[in-house]
């Protein structure tokens, strides 16, 4: 057994040697206790999963997707960029209407399962960056979370997005909410998830992407960015669309989904974009496929958890 770093005297991970079963010291046994039986469960999985890759496809490594479409690389980042100018103002309805409220839930639960913050006895605040983050709802819930449920009002939040009309949303809510608005312990960055240019490497605690990685034009990029971004015993944490495990569920969400792009168009005015999420839904990985993503970045003690039959899924890592 060795032991990594401490992240934080509130955040201490350790790692046991062999199967990669960890154990969260101070931090959050019950996260702990489900990697364990989850990197038991991977394990004896193997890494026999099937399923779409994200550029399985496309053989021309300067084309990519663009929900169905096959585009160049290089205008995929615009393209993505004019989806999110567009849903930028009516994002918050918009995700109530294509979830039904329920990417509410799966916000909490992702922030509640993270449960980070620093430690009342720690003296070492946290560093969060919270990626593709552009609404600010998972960055501001998790320093409010760490307010509640551990009095921390000292740990710092970099909240970065490509588009700086999602941000000036996020912006808008902290201002709306008077709270994170013009704070120093909060910082918004427009930067690129797959560089992160203006981010020290070794420099975060807490690395969190919601609903945002199946956006990059090269995910693997972005999650080798999260690697290099995260101290020693940083932890890397995703929310992100999956793969349905039942069929039911799966034929309802076909049908469901059929019908998204025709709700954008009444109340955002916007077919296009909205077909472009529900096709970039379908072109994400499956859960395994994405964790052995992760495993490659360098990442250990990979795990994930399905929500909802796997309509989402929470998938982490940690940086040793
Ligand atoms: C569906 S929104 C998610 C917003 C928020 N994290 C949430 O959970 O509601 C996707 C976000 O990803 C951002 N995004 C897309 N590609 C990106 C990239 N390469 N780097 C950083 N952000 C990106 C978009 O601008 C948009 O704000």
């Not at 209407?97 to 980070?116: E, T, Y």
């Amino acid at each position: 057994m060795f032991r990594l770093p401490i992240v934080s005297n509130s955040l201490r991970v350790s790692l046991k040697n062999g199967n990669g079963a960890i154990r969260c010291l101070s931090y959050t046994n019950r996260l702990s206790n489900e990697k364990i039986s989850q990197t038991k469960q991977d394990t004896s999985s193997s890494s026999s999963s099937s399923s779409s890759s994200s550029s399985s496809s496309i053989p021309n490594p300067n084309f990519t997707h663009f929900g169905s479409k096959t585009v160049a690389k290089d205008d995929k980042e615009k393209l993505v960029a004019g989806v999110f100018s567009s849903v930028a103002t009516k994002y918050d309805l918009m995700n109530d209407l294509m979830s039904l409220g329920i990417h509410r839930l799966w916000k909490d639960h992702f922030i509640n399962k993270l449960d980070a913050g620093k430690r009342p006895n720690s003296s070492e605040p946290l560093n969060f960056i919270d990626v593709a983050g552009g609404s600010g709802d998972i960055a501001f819930g998790l320093l409010d979370h760490a307010e509640t449920k551990f009095h921390d009002t000292e740990s710092t939040m970099h909240i970065v997005d490509i588009n700086p009309d999602m941000l000036k949303e996020g912006e808008k809510r902290a201002m709306n909410q008077n709270k994170y608005f013009n704070d120093p312990r909060v910082q918004f960055l427009v930067q690129n998830g797959e560089t992160l240019d203006k981010i020290e490497s070794n420099s975060k605690d807490i690395y969190t992407v919601s609903f945002g990685i199946r956006n990059f034009t090269d995910i693997q990029a972005g999650l080798n960015t999260a690697y290099r971004v995260l101290k020693p015993g940083g932890i890397f944490y995703c929310l992100e669309f999956s793969k349905i495990q039942n069929e039911v569920v799966d034929l309802g969400y076909q049908q469901w989904a059929k019908f998204l792009p025709v709700l954008g168009s009444i109340v955002a005015n916007d077919y296009n974009s909205y077909q472009y999420l529900v096709e970039s839904i379908e072109r994400f990985p499956d859960q395994e496929t994405f964790k052995s993503m992760i495993e490659k970045a360098g990442f250990q003690s990979v795990g994930y958890e399905s929500l909802t039959f796997g309509v989402c899924a929470i998938h982490w890592g940690i940086k040793v």
